[in-house]
């Protein structure tokens, strides 16, 4: 993210991430151990991520506040003192100084060829030198000339050449780029043995400092040894293109039906379709003509049927026959266009992770999330339309249903609740549960408020009947109104919406269970 908002021109984008990845770092090596505020500044920086990114596309204005603030959390988190240091830097630690300022601020020659990016070369240069500037002094060292197109450049700082490879990836042809350390350490640096990071002087000559691979040795062709190395400028970077073997010509097979004549390749090159696209993006008023006209198709071919049966069968044998293929071919046709607009639930499940992070801390209670069959697919209208009330029951589940949890373990419980998002298919039905280990709903005071507003409740109703009350608008059994629950207006519009989906709502409970 950070190298590619560098080369877009996103500064604001590139200090944010740039700073998340020095945190990010320290924990990789093991100087810093990772803490729920380290998480938190994660989420909070992912979504300052987004604002901005918005921002650039012209949706809406980011907040600049907001951008220094994270910059400053994280910086501050970086900055904690680390818990102690790894092998690696308590070894480099002991590096004398002309090692030290060698292996953090080596040198890279870079080799590549423009690619076709819209701009002039020079501009494309001027950007991936102003890019490559955060990273240390970068310069031009070699131009293309001649018959040579390549381009070279020298990068003194420290960088990880994977990092390198991607901001120069694009301005240039991904397979033309070649990063090397061009110098060897002088005599006088390794006499001392270098602390085994460099090898002997003699062997050192033309090598990497130990970071790159050597590359295997190709025995060149006898006709090849005497051309003078390198002819075409190309710094012996690339190999001669295997010579063309010239294929026979394909036959066509020519394919005649009645309503079309389709010319089509005898021969089918796997390669070919390795490559092709593995889906494509499609209206969704497209795949509801289709949908319908595949109703329409059904209807006719039932009304074949029906006539068809009315003739002599043996008589018409050949007729009954291809009508029955029809209806097959009719049946897995709609089928077929049915499923296009199936969705799987795990786009919805995905998105309660993070609300349940959230307001679980913001309620000081401890809750886990737990997420059963995300691949059951639903019907993609449906999938928009059951976020709503699935966003109000598991908010529900938090607020009422997981206790805190000094009263979990009062009750002999885990001090961490759990929510479960299940899915399933049930007799052509999707059942979709959430579920909580909480305190379940409480019968007496369901009844006392139910009494209080008026509601028709006797103690002899049954416990189905009891929890169907708080389906009732306005009906909340919460002491206090909060910005999470309190006001009754959540569990009726879940109602309203399921119902109005042709769906239904049930309640199962059991105080002191969940």
Avoid at 249 to 269: D, F, G, L, M, W
Avoid at 309 to 331: C, M, S, Y
Avoid at 367 to 372: D, I, N, S
Avoid at 424 to 430: A, I, K, L
Wanted: glycine share 8%; with cysteine.
């Amino acid at each position: 993210i950070k190298g590619s908002a560098g080369t877009f021109g996103f500064t604001d984008l590139a200090d944010v991430t740039h700073i998340l990845e020095n945190l990010l770092d320290r924990i990789r090596k093991g100087e810093l151990a990772p803490t729920n505020a380290m998480i938190d500044a994660f989420l909070a920086a992912d979504d300052v991520l987004k604002s901005l990114l918005a921002a650039h596309r012209g949706e809406g204005a980011a907040d600049p506040d907001a951008v220094k603030a994270i910059c400053a959390r994280l910086s501050d988190l970086t900055s904690d003192a680390p818990v102690g240091k790894s092998a690696a830097a308590a070894a480099a630690a002991e590096l004398p100084a002309a090692v030290q300022a060698r292996a953090a601020a080596p040198a890279y020659d870079i080799f590549f060829i423009l690619d076709d990016v819209g701009v002039t070369d020079s501009e494309a240069i001027d950007k991936l030198l102003a890019e490559l500037g955060n990273y240390g002094k970068a310069s031009v060292v070699g131009k293309p000339s001649g018959d040579s197109s390549v381009w070279q450049l020298r990068l003194d700082g420290p960088a990880d050449p994977d990092t390198l490879r991607e901001i120069i990836a694009f301005v240039a042809r991904s397979d033309s780029i070649r990063i090397v350390a061009p110098l060897a350490p002088a005599a006088a640096e390794v006499d001392d043995g270098a602390y085994g990071l460099f090898a002997e002087p003699e062997k050192l000559a033309g090598e990497a400092f130990g970071l790159f691979e050597p590359l295997p040795e190709a025995a060149a062709p006898a006709s090849e040894k005497a051309k003078p190395e390198a002819a075409d400028g190309s710094y012996g970077f690339f190999e001669d293109l295997p010579a063309v073997v010239e294929k026979p010509p394909v036959a066509p097979v020519v394919v005649a039906t009645p309503k079309h004549v389709e010319v089509r390749e005898a021969e089918k090159q796997p390669a070919a379709k390795a490559a092709a696209e593995t889906s494509i993006r499609v209206g969704v008023e497209r795949v509801d003509q289709l949908i319908n006209l595949v109703g329409e198709l059904v209807i006719t071919q039932a009304m074949l049927a029906q006539s068809a049966a009315e003739v002599d069968a043996v008589k018409f044998e050949r007729l009954i026959t291809g009508l029955g293929q029809l209806e097959r071919n009719t049946r897995d046709l709609q089928e077929s266009v049915m499923s296009i607009r199936m969705m799987p639930i795990s786009v919805v499940f995905g998105r309660f992770p993070r609300l349940v992070r959230d307001l679980s801390q913001k309620l000081a209670k401890q809750v886990e999330l737990k997420t059963v069959g995300e691949s059951t697919e639903l019907d993609k209208g449906l999938i928009e339309r059951i976020s709503d009330p699935l966003n109000h029951l598991v908010r529900n589940s938090l607020d009422h249903g997981v206790e805190m949890p000094e009263q979990r373990i009062a009750a002999g419980k885990d001090p961490t609740g759990t929510i479960t998002l299940k899915a399933y298919q049930q007799s052509g039905n999707v059942v979709i549960e959430v579920g909580d280990d909480g305190a379940g709903l409480n019968r007496e005071r369901i009844l006392a408020k139910a009494r209080e507003r008026g509601l028709p409740a006797a103690d002899s109703m049954t416990d189905a009947e009891v929890w169907l009350l708080i389906f009732e608008p306005g009906f909340s059994t919460a002491e206090q109104i909060t910005e999470v629950s309190g006001r009754g207006v959540g569990m009726d519009v879940v109602k309203r919406n399921i119902t109005a989906m042709g769906g239904r709502v049930e309640i199962e409970s059991v105080t002191g269970v969940g």
